[in-house]
């Protein structure tokens, strides 16, 4: 049969427009339908026209769907769009037609040079376009309205359904498109002739439809629409957005679309192809608003027949991969359920609505938690496309697929875990590499705590590959042409820049990390400069432990960082003189920020303190910071919290006796102290890491607390409340129950051995009888009961109960 002899077999004069809902299984069947009995010598698609160029790769065997095109501005890499493909789309689906049958295929949407520059021009945000509400046509031209304007548009979908009596569009959509028999159908041409009917009533009665580009879109389509019509006579289909076939069929003159065209700002575009995943297209962007169920709907379009029982058996696998027990039966009473739902809620065919509810009463057995197994790995799915290396990239980009393959890192869509150790090439090249995207902004690793060693040379990643940071690579390449480079520029760049002493230490602790010995220099004289010039304690104690962190570090990725040693030592010093009267006079706030400095310093200086892999350390410091905790533990003008909290530090390190703590608590738990004060005291000693079972062992120190708590007077007991709530609710639970039972028992002494007492001050051997009969009247007040003869019954109950 000749081309014109099919052609003629389309409906009506002029080109075959084909309104499609982006990605759709059911626009993508019959566009391929459609297509197939036309045989049109051109196919023209929504989309940029700067992508033209890129066409060909589609049939690159490599290209494995989904993917998206990808433009950003030259100048601002960060100002992008994505036009998002899947193999289901009905775009990607007449891509692969023209491919196949060597027939030209272009793209005639509004150029992406003026969507980035429009949105510059605006001040809006391209990264992630198209946040449209309805399924029929919901574009990247559309990114950059206002959320006013999104609220006010008119969603396609929706308002057909509500005219066809449903209250969910997606049903709808499901019930007259998605299932229908594409295979079976004898005229291909109706669903879009249907369609585009119900657009032009849509269209008349709501024109625009809220979408204020759409005017100047459509005129540029109409105007490569006609350029094709020269070129190839009608012969010509145009697969878009449902939505737009009414425009392109509207009698406008050329004059009227080039006038809307007029005076749109530009920006100079790059544009590529990039991987992409179904959970991205899972959200709100590009074409079609996001489709709920990528993974579903893939298995639509390529299952060949039977889709639910397919779809089941697959479900069924994956439950068994995750060692449930399911069985065939299994499979064949979720079919029956799954068809049996969908005749009583009226549907042609199960949809997702039926397999979901089946799966979950019979292969889930009612449980929800599996069902989100079955939701996450096949409904969304974790398909994570690929593009060929033949695919424009920055030269900062094709470096690290370089650096990717060859330490056998492959991008995927899936989070897992990593555990590298570091005394391993291989392993601390990958540390390297991640360590360095890091530094370029570019988040495809996250440490994460490790389970196993805890030591320096092991790290736990967490790495999940997002097109988004597609992006960022390009926005990174401004710095260098490779991953070291760029990263090395970019330290240099903000050791330069930055503000704080913290920001520059910090740094320098990425550049150890990232191994990037050339910017170290640069960060070095940076922190010199800056730790110079700040006299801030707290600012000083800041930095110091990502400084010493970098020493560690430094020592297994066997670095050097002598000088980085002596700042650090440097540093220490000056906290050392300064700590002490930094800490006089401070309110509530300030002395709690004060003690996580002096927590975090202790810890450093701890580290700071012991041998280095070239045998130094600076075991002088660690007397020096001990004598400084001294000072700060019996200074009047210091905050209760932090006198606390170096006792506390000094009774860890063996440099305070218990007899000693003792007789401190007992001095700041006298009487003449005041409760807030006190409060505070315990908060810094007993608050925290060990400060629960410090009281569960020294009866003595808990005998205090609690001998002082007993005596605060009504007044101000509310006042110290919530200092002590907070200080004992970070204990166990068991720690809180041992506490209890030794306090439930009484002032006595301290028993040893074979119930034998050792004449220090504790608890007694058996609850107090007479403490507990003091609380009784406040438990028949707060119960209700009668105060009378059965008085003595009821109180022998509430003992009874409390035991």
């Not at 006013?148 to 509500?162: I, K, M, S």
């Not at 640069?522 to 010039?533: N, P, S």
């Not at 119930?755 to 058996?766: I, K, L, N």
Request: charged content about 25%.
């Amino acid at each position: 049969m000749s081309d014109d002899t099919a052609w003629r077999r389309s409906p009506g004069p002029g080109p075959l427009l084909l309104g499609v809902r982006h990605h759709g299984p059911g626009s993508a069947r019959a566009v391929r339908a459609a297509l197939e009995a036309a045989r049109p010598r051109a196919v023209l698609i929504e989309g940029p026209p700067e992508a033209d160029a890129l066409i060909p790769l589609a049939a690159d065997p490599e290209m494995r769907p989904p993917v998206a095109l990808l433009a950003h501005a030259v100048d601002e890499p960060g100002r992008s769009a994505f036009w998002p493909l899947a193999d289901f789309s009905p775009e990607w689906v007449a891509l692969r037609w023209a491919l196949e049958h060597e027939v030209p295929a272009r793209f005639i949407d509004l150029p992406a040079t003026h969507t980035l520059a429009w949105e510059r021009a605006e001040g809006t945000a391209a990264a992630a376009p198209g946040p449209d509400g309805d399924g029929a046509d919901a574009d990247p031209g559309d990114a950059d309205e206002s959320g006013a304007e999104r609220q006010l548009r008119v969603d396609p979908l929706a308002a057909l359904a509500e005219a066809a009596g449903y209250d969910d569009p997606e049903r709808w959509w499901e019930d007259v498109v998605e299932h229908r028999g594409g295979a079976g159908e004898r005229d291909v041409f109706a669903p879009f002739a249907a369609v585009a009917e119900a657009m032009g009533a849509l269209r008349e009665t709501y024109g625009a439809g809220g979408r204020d580009r759409d005017p100047v879109r459509e005129a540029h389509m109409r105007l490569r629409l006609r350029a094709a019509q020269r070129e190839f006579g009608d012969q010509v289909a145009v697969v878009c957005g449902a939505w737009h076939v009414p425009a392109l069929r509207a009698k406008i003159t050329v004059a009227a679309d080039r006038d809307l065209l007029k005076g749109l700002p530009k920006v100079r575009t790059d544009m590529t192809w990039v991987p992409w995943t179904n959970r991205r297209l899972a959200r709100t962007s590009g074409y079609g608003a996001g489709v709920d169920s990528p993974g579903w709907y893939g298995h639509l379009f390529r299952a060949p027949d039977r889709p639910v029982e397919r779809w089941l058996t697959k479900v069924a696998g994956l439950l068994r991969e995750e060692d449930r027990i399911v069985s065939s039966a299994h499979v064949i009473e979720a079919v029956r359920l799954a068809e049996t739902l969908a005749v009583m809620r009226g549907r042609p065919l199960p949809g997702l609505g039926e397999t979901t509810d089946a799966v979950r009463a019979v292969l889930c057995e009612g449980s929800d938690v599996p069902l989100a197994l079955v939701h996450d790995r096949l409904v969304v799915g974790d398909v994570l496309g690929e593009v060929p290396e033949a695919a424009p990239a920055v030269p900062l980009q094709r470096d690290l697929a370089r650096e990717q393959r060859r330490l056998r890192l492959k991008p995927e869509a899936l989070e897992r875990e990593l555990e590298l150790d570091l005394r391993k090439e291989t392993d601390a090249a990958r540390s390297r590499l991640l360590h360095r995207l890091r530094l370029l902004g570019v988040g495809w690793g996250e440490p994460a705590q490790s389970r196993g060693s805890t030591g320096t040379f092991r790290e736990t990643w967490r790495l999940r590959w997002e097109p988004e940071l597609s992006v960022r690579v390009a926005e990174a390449g401004v710095w260098g042409t490779t991953v070291e480079g760029a990263a090395t520029a970019r330290a240099e760049a903000d050791a330069e820049n930055a503000s704080a002493l913290a920001e520059v230490t910090g740094l320098a602790e990425h550049c150890l990390l990232a191994g990037l010995p050339d910017a170290l220099p640069v960060v070095m004289r940076a922190l010199a400069d800056r730790a110079a010039l700040d006299t801030d304690v707290g600012h000083l104690a800041q930095a110091l432990p990502a400084l010493v962190r970098s020493l560690r570090y430094g020592d297994v990725r066997g670095t050097e960082t002598e000088a980085l040693a002596e700042v650090a030592a440097g540093l220490a010093e000056r906290v050392f003189v300064g700590l002490p009267p930094a800490c006089a006079a401070l309110d509530a706030d300030a002395a709690e920020e004060m003690r996580g400095h002096v927590d975090a310093v202790h810890t450093a200086v701890g580290l700071l303190g012991e041998p280095t892999a070239t045998g130094s350390g600076h075991w002088d410091l660690r007397i020096r910071w001990r004598a400084v905790l001294r000072t700060l533990s019996g200074r009047d003008t210091v905050p209760g919290v932090l006198r606390g909290r170096a006792a506390r530090i000094l009774l860890d390190e063996g440099e305070l006796g218990s007899q000693e703590a003792a007789r401190l608590m007992g001095l700041v738990l006298s009487p003449g102290t005041p409760p807030a004060d006190a409060a505070a005291w315990i908060e810094g000693f007993v608050g925290g890491s060990g400060g629960g079972m410090l009281l569960v062992h020294d009866e003595r120190l808990l005998g205090l607390v609690d001998a002082w708590l007993t005596g605060v007077p009504s007044e101000a007991f509310t006042d110290v409340l919530p200092l002590l709530r907070r200080t004992f609710s970070v204990y166990e639970p068991g720690v809180r129950r041992t506490i209890g039972e030794l306090v439930r028992r009484g002032p006595g002494e301290r028993l040893r051995g074979a119930g034998q007492s050792d004449g220090t001050p504790g608890f007694g051997a058996e609850a107090d009888a007479e403490r507990a009969d003091a609380v009784l009247p406040v438990l028949r007040l707060l119960l209700g009961l009668d105060e009378g003869e059965d008085a003595e019954e009821s109180d022998n109950d509430l003992v009874r109960a409390g035991r």
